[in-house]
């Protein structure tokens, strides 16, 4: 009987073709599950889209309409006092706060004087009362900002705390009101006139409506619902030159914004379904190292905050890709042991501001 062996450069081959064999295998598994993925994503991000994009095509609002719209916003809007940075003013900077909220529709105009009387008078008087006075004024100013990204037509810049000092005999009165002061009004330069403050919320809330209409019964799946949408829909602005895009106009109606208009844009949907949330600005470091001035959100679910960054959610990609579940969903209702490697945030919205307290986060995520 003979015998054969194979000779080394035989089984050199055999394992060179079994290996090409195997990787061949796994490339082809890998092809499939990144073409099983996309198809997912694609299919998913589609979905969430034209549903909002239907519902919008097919309203036809009429007059009744309009007023149930009004009244189902009403009833999920976050009330003045569950307002996070409200709840922080002292007596003085809420009536401040108060009269910019009892007077918004007015102040569509962009030259209607607020009259905030005369509660100011007797601090006015103490010592360093006008700076005292100036601070209270800034501290409802950013207070209300924050709290209300729905008020994006106003140029805070704009507005002015006057003073009006009336002398009868000996008392002297110091009246104080808020208004353009030297400038022709207070409005942005985009939303001038009360028409197209107007036009530019329906806009908008036919957006909203979609959300409160749809409401789910859980508040992950709103939360959610609400990250995936502006995820899905929204392009970040690299070139930081378009209209509008630090607002929830840009956001919701231009689709075109920078994180601000996400951050802003998150906020407006979760006060429609009466989600606690708030607005929050700080330091972020990207993943190359670089540390830039940023804008997210903090969101309530049950006893717990979480941090939520829609913008860095959505990265921009650069050829052909998709945007995966990892990535989609990285900086998604994360607690704090995830979230603080990347976002440090300030207390200040301003420099020369106060400080204001922020909610503590979950140290796990969600």
């Known amino acids: 009987m003979n015998y054969t062996s194979e000779s080394g450069e035989g089984k050199l081959k055999n394992k060179l073709i079994f290996f090409i064999k195997r990787l061949a295998k796994l490339l082809i598994l890998a092809i499939c599950c990144f073409l099983i993925i996309n198809i997912y994503n694609e299919y998913f991000c589609e979905n969430i889209v034209n549903k909002v994009q239907r519902f919008l095509d097919n309203r036809i609002v009429s007059e009744e309409d309009e007023k149930a719209s009004e009244i189902l916003a009403a009833q999920g809007l976050i009330t003045k006092e569950e307002k996070y940075f409200y709840n922080q003013l002292n007596e ?18 962009g030259v209607y004087e607020i009259n905030v009387g005369t509660k100011f008078s007797e601090l006015y008087l103490e010592e360093n009362g006008e700076d005292l006075v100036d601070e209270y004024y800034q501290t ?6 924050y709290d209300n990204p729905d008020v994006f037509y106003i140029d805070y810049s704009k507005l002015y705390l006057n003073i009006k000092t009336t002398t009868i ?3 002297t009165t110091y009246r104080f009101f808020i208004n353009s002061g030297e400038k022709s009004n207070y409005l942005t330069e985009e939303f001038n006139s009360k028409e197209k403050i107007d036009a530019s919320l329906k806009e908008i809330e036919r957006v909203r409506d979609y959300f409160i209409e749809n409401k789910k019964i859980e508040l992950y799946d709103n939360v959610k619902l609400i990250h995936d949408y502006l995820v899905d829909t929204i392009s970040y602005d690299e070139t930081l030159l378009q209209p509008n895009i630090y607002n929830i106009y840009g956001a919701l109606v231009n689709k075109l914004c920078v994180c601000e208009g996400y951050a802003e844009a998150f906020k407006y949907l979760a006060d429609s379904l ?5 607005l929050v600005t700080g330091d972020a470091t990207s993943s190359d190292g670089t540390i830039e001035k940023h804008a997210w959100n903090y969101v309530q679910l049950g006893e717990n905050w979480y941090g939520v960054d829609c913008t860095w959610d959505d990265p921009i990609i650069i050829g052909p890709g998709f945007l995966t579940n990892s990535s989609k969903y990285k900086y ?3 607690g704090q042991k995830q979230f603080s490697k990347s976002h440090v945030a300030s207390e200040k919205f301003e420099t020369s501001g106060v400080a204001f307290e922020l909610p503590k986060l979950s140290i796990e995520k969600y």
């Open 92 to 109: 003085y900077s809420k009536v401040i706060y108060n009269a910019m909220e009892l007077h918004k529709e007015e102040m569509k105009s």
């Open 140 to 145: 409802a100013i950013e207070a209300y900002t």
């Open 169 to 171: 005999f000996n008392k």
């Open 274 to 278: 009466n989600i606690p949330c708030i």
């Open 332 to 334: 998604f209702l994360k």
